[in-house]
């Protein structure tokens, strides 16, 4: 297969390079374009009103491809300047931290893959569910295993895959369940701090809130030790909500009429 990874950790990030890795050694052909450095939380932020630049990098695997802009951006700059042909798949990880629940609308992990499927190309964002001392075999090993699978899946148009993996050796991981998007919120919470030259800044932080609302929810089913796999659909619209918004909001057609 051709396979297009990319990322929003950047092109010194280890994930990248496990994935690389085993995709190479699975006998794979992988194109790697990147931003040049860490882009995490920057969701589908794609660049405008300022130059795009991509560079190629020679790195401990190989030749990739970087540019200064997000992980929407890398997709677009190898799908439409640096790919001779459309790639097969479009991998977008391996993230360290995972992306459950409501993380998926901040992450610039997922936001690379669905820049992929709006093009027309399958795509999955996988990330680790550590932040700290990452076991990158398991989550690797998946990639391998689940990209000659996602043709067979015939997943539905602009739907991709959001795979989370717990930080196990794969000896330890309980298989993999396919689950529905869960919720995780953050408590807000901004610190204050003065600096001398700086003057005043907040650093943001906040405790997690995971709540399962199904029993197959992916903040839930990462926990027990599986690998969470979500189809994700880029249409956000709330199609049981629109017969009672329409209802209420019906008397303002007529009220645009009256003189």
Partial sequence: MK????????????????????????????SVCVPDRPRSACSHQITMHKPLRVKTVETRDGIAHTTNGTPADCVTMALLHI????PDLCISGINLGPNLGDDVHYSGTVGGA????????????ISLDTHSEPNWEAAAQFCTQIAPRIKAMQLPRDTFLNVNVPNLSPQK????????????????????????????????????IDRAESDDADVL?????????????????????MQNVASVLGNIETDFHKK
Avoid: C
Wanted: charged residues 20%.
């Fill in 3 to 30: 396979i297009l990874i990319t990322n929003d950790d950047g092109i010194g990030a280890d994930g990248l390079h496990a994935a690389w890795n085993a995709l190479n050694a699975a006998g794979h052909q992988v």
């Fill in 83 to 86: 790919l001779k042909t459309p």
């Fill in 173 to 208: 991981i309980q298989g993999f369940r396919v689950t529905s998007q869960g919720s995780r919120r953050y408590k807000g919470d901004l610190t204050r701090y003065e600096a001398p030259v700086v003057g005043e800044y907040f650093w943001r932080g906040g405790e997690v």
């Fill in 221 to 241: 089913i990462v926990k027990q030790g599986f690998i969470s796999v979500t189809p994700i659909h880029v249409d956000l619209t709330r199609r049981d909500a």
């Fill in 114 to 125: 669905m820049e992929a499927v709006l093009n027309g190309i399958p795509a999955l964002a």
